[in-house]
């Protein structure tokens, strides 16, 4: 009976494994051309977040690794465009040796803080009233001494290298921020 129930299970699963081998349909094929984007206004952050903002401009603008990976926590991780994930402050600080350095502003579109955890989503420029290069997401964590570290970095560009960057369209859609 056992040997019945085993033949008849791999004569179903043969049958099922032909079916999902047929032709899948072709992708659907994205624009060559980038999307236009809408440039999303800034959101005022609260002072202790605005100042892990503020920090990482200086030190990424004055080319100072180990002070961007002092910005982290112990145990933080920087996922950036292009770069494999780095965890921890040596292989954060051997990151940002090989990409800090030029100009770079910071604003955030949205944030929220619950307790000892806090996240800002934001884009990046070169210069202020420049089009934004990209977007990020940090993921911030409160200490034992009230000061807020970054767990988690995540960016990439808008546009792949190369590519030509759209310019913006403003938005009057209304933005509602919630409360912190």
């Known amino acids: 009976m056992r040997t019945k129930s085993l033949k008849s299970f791999a004569v179903a699963l043969l049958l099922t494994a032909g079916a999902q081998a047929q032709e899948l349909p072709e992708a ?15 959101v005022a952050l609260p002072p202790e977040l605005d100042r892990v903002l503020r920090a990482y401009e200086q030190a990424w603008t004055q080319k100072q690794p180990s002070a961007l990976a002092g910005l982290f926590t112990t145990d933080g991780m920087a996922l950036h465009n292009g770069s494999p994930p780095a965890r921890g402050v040596a292989q954060i600080a051997a990151g940002y040796a090989e990409d800090a350095g030029s100009p770079l502003l910071l604003r955030a579109l949205a944030y929220a803080v619950s307790h000892d955890m806090a996240y800002i989503v934001g884009a990046f420029a070169s210069a202020a009233g420049e089009p934004d290069h990209g977007k990020f997401v940090l993921v911030l964590r409160r ?16 546009a792949l290298p190369g590519a030509p960057t759209p310019e913006p369209e403003q938005s009057n859609a209304p933005v509602s921020v919630p409360e912190p």
């Open 143 to 158: 200490g034992s001494n009230g000061d807020w570290k970054i767990a988690a970095d995540i960016d990439n560009l808008n």
């Open 28 to 42: 659907v094929q994205m624009p060559s051309a980038a999307l236009p984007s809408v440039a999303l206004p800034t």
